[in-house]
């Protein structure tokens, strides 16, 4: 196997706040992305997904953890060689309203990465972003024009094209769908499956559209309560979980159109495990046992490839239907 392009051990965060006292948002979460692979995360609302993006293109310091980037100890860079370093790990926001520049046209901000990193010669810059804006899908008029004059799917694809124009080796996408239509999310999947093609970037893809993530991720991490609680190959994940959370998830995944929606899968009537014992799923489990409100299961292989935060993977029943 190919060294990882990153390689993240134990990332942890925790924040204060005063309405919910201190919050666990990630307790030690391990991963890692191959150079060009996709990685998809998974998990509800507030499971610390942004939180983990965030940390990993060092917008946050963790609390505990290490994180290997292309051969450095990422979290020892810091001022100038940080900065240089930046260039190879882009990140894509969920709203690409509140990440572009309302003042700026979309020339000026697809040309400051590479002004400010020099990446190309200043004559050469006009046609690298007609080049950059034609790479995802854009006319190379659209240059001209400011944010608040583009759709939803054109706004994210200029702040994709801005991401890629210092041709990183990582690309984080926090939600890069959830507030684009079905359609036009559609469309920036394939755009994404292209671009992966094209340029051989690694990407993490944090969104809960299981079904863009089975189109998009060669593997899967399923994040529950700030921890990873089932990782696999994203095929083999998204169709036969081995943890009952990422069933869960699956089971309340939207039926497509003209099938009947599924009723919600019925919470166990299980007392919540007092904190620090016990698996932190029991309380929505519909197959813990004694055992699980004792231990907590460490993530540990489940099968070649597989590994999943549950002492009974193999009891865990798949979607049906
Ligand atoms: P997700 O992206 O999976 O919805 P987040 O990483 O945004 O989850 O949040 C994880 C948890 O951390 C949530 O409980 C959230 O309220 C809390 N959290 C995130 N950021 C902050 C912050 N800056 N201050 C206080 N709490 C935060
Ligand atoms: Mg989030």
Not at 111 to 135: D, F, H, Y
Not at 214 to 227: C, M, P, T
Not at 244 to 260: C, E, K, Q, S, Y
């Amino acid at each position: 196997m190919t060294a990882p392009l990153l390689s993240a051990r134990g990332l942890s965060k925790s924040y204060r706040s005063r309405a919910a006292g201190l919050v666990r948002a990630l307790d030690g979460v391990s991963l890692d992305v191959a150079p060009g692979e996709t990685l998809g995360i998974v998990g509800e609302s507030g499971s610390g997904k942004t939180t983990l993006g965030r940390l990993i293109a060092r917008l946050e310091e963790p609390d505990a953890g290490t994180i290997a980037f292309d051969g450095e100890d990422w979290l020892a860079l810091s001022g100038h060689a940080l900065r240089r370093r930046r260039r190879d790990l882009q990140m894509v926001f969920q709203d690409p309203k509140g990440s572009l520049n309302p003042r700026l046209t979309v020339g000026a901000q697809v040309r400051e990465p590479l002004r400010v990193q020099a990446l190309v010669a200043p004559r050469e810059i006009p046609a690298r972003v007609r080049e950059l804006l034609e790479q995802v899908g854009l006319e190379g008029d659209t240059a001209a024009r400011f944010p608040a004059q583009l759709s939803g799917g054109q706004r994210q694809r200029v702040a994709i094209a801005r991401a890629l124009a210092s041709a990183p080796k990582l690309l984080v996408c926090d939600e890069p769908l959830s507030a684009l239509d079905v359609s036009v999310a559609a469309q920036i999947v394939n755009l994404l499956l292209e671009l992966r093609e094209k340029t051989g970037v690694a990407l993490i893809v944090i969104s809960h559209d299981l079904a863009a993530v089975s189109r998009l991720a060669d593997r899967v991490a399923v994040v529950f309560a700030g921890r990873v609680v089932e990782e696999g190959p994203a095929a083999e994940v998204l169709s036969a979980p081995r943890h009952p959370f990422t069933a869960a998830l699956l089971d309340a995944r939207p039926a497509p159109p003209g099938v009947a929606s599924r009723t919600p899968p019925r919470q166990a009537a299980v007392d919540a495990a007092s904190p620090g014992e016990g698996c932190p799923f029991v309380p929505r489990c519909p197959i813990a046992r004694p055992r699980c409100r004792q231990e907590d299961p460490p993530l540990s292989e489940v099968s070649p490839g597989r590994r999943a935060a549950c002492f009974f993977p193999a009891e865990v029943r798949p979607r049906s239907g």
